[in-house]
């Protein structure tokens, strides 16, 4: 037989092979937002590797952190 007049149950046999499968889901209490500090006062260094995040003194850490909070992202 073929699809769709026969469905393989095979996939769907136990919890084990239903939770391998599954759909994933992102929320935003999955996500972790990387904060790169250095020393020094004014510094905001781009990071060549990875577009968009910076390397930044404490007060502009601080500045991006509340930022980020706004946003509901809770992991830095």
Known sequence: ??????????????????N??????????DLIYPIFIVP???VKEEI???PGIYRNSIENAV???KQIDDLGIRGV
């Not at 391998?20 to 209490?29: G, H, K, N, P």
């Open 40 to 42: 020094g006062r004014r």
């Open 63 to 65: 500045k991006e952190i």
């Open 1 to 18: 037989m073929r699809f769709p007049e026969y469905r393989s149950r095979r996939s769907r046999k136990n919890q084990y092979m239903r």
């Open 20 to 29: 391998l499968i599954s759909e994933t889901t992102v929320s935003v209490d």
């Open 48 to 50: 060549n590797s990875m």
